[in-house]
T-cell receptor, first 107, second 113 residues
Framework: SQQGEEDPQALSIQEGENATMNCSYK?????LQWYRQNSGRGLVHLIL?????REKHSGRLRVTLDTSKKSSSLLITASRAADTASYFC???????FGAGTTVTVRA | EAQVTQNPRYLITVTGKKLTVTCSQN?????MSWYRQDPGLGLRQIYY???????DKGDVPEGYKVSRKEKRNFPLILESPSPNQTSLYFC????????????FGNGTRLTVT
């Protein structure tokens, strides 16, 4: 069963703009992680948020978690061309992934 | 350098010809997992292993086998590959502690004709 489902499927923004994507999940979790994938390469871990946290920052990344709505959001501020990638969320350690959000940053 | 190494990177084979995709990690991780990635379907877990000699099915285990005889290696075996197993495969590992991140290999693109 896919635990994390990302939305929207695709996002196109101008360089310097912010990008926001969402993740919904079905069951109670201990933690939620976000990953980035560049063009068919292996996923790279970005950030983890635990179930008792509501918000977390890492550089230009901001993650929120709403356990009552079973959802999380990832915000990338001041986007750059290098942020062009697919982004995935996953929950706990068994870690099933959704189809991801493909972000394209236009110069 | 800490890494997960998959081989081969690309593989083209024919239906029914047994193949093995190797995965090795040098981080002494207990948890290892295999995924396949298909357009529009995301990453789906095939099998995972919590430790040596402990393996369990993921979401799409049919047609695949795995073994975990050593901590560092977690090969994926396709006994009789079929065209619907054409996909991009990823191996990943983590320490298995709650919330520890997955480290991914660079992927194996498999084509079965």
């Amino acid at each position: 069963s896919q635990q994390g489902e990302e939305d929207p499927q695709a996002l196109s923004i101008q360089e310097g703009e912010n990008a926001t994507m969402n993740c919904s999940y079905k069951t109670s979790i201990n933690n939620l992680q976000w990953y980035r994938q560049n063009s068919g390469r292996g996923l790279v871990h970005l950030i983890l948020i635990r179930s008792n946290e509501r918000e977390k920052h890492s550089g230009r990344l901001r993650v929120t978690l709403d356990t009552s709505k079973k959802s999380s959001s990832l915000l990338i501020t001041a986007s750059r061309a290098a942020d062009t990638a697919s982004y995935f969320c996953a929950t706990d350690y068994k870690l099933s992934f959704g189809a991801g959000t493909t972000v394209t940053v236009r110069a | 350098e800490a890494q997960v190494t998959q081989n081969p990177r690309y593989l083209i084979t024919v239906t029914g010809k047994k193949l093995t995709v190797t995965c090795s990690q040098n981080m002494n991780h207990e948890y290892m997992s295999w995924y396949r990635q298909d357009p529009g379907l995301g990453l789906r877990q095939i099998y995972y292993s919590m430790n040596v000699e402990v393996t369990d099915k993921g979401d799409v285990p049919e047609g695949y086998k795995v073994s975990r005889k050593e901590k560092r290696n977690f090969p994926l075996i396709l006994e009789s590959p079929s065209p619907n197993q054409t996909s991009l495969y990823f191996c990943a590992s983590s320490s298995g502690q709650g919330g520890s991140p997955l480290h991914f290999g660079n992927g194996t693109r498999l084509t079965v004709t």
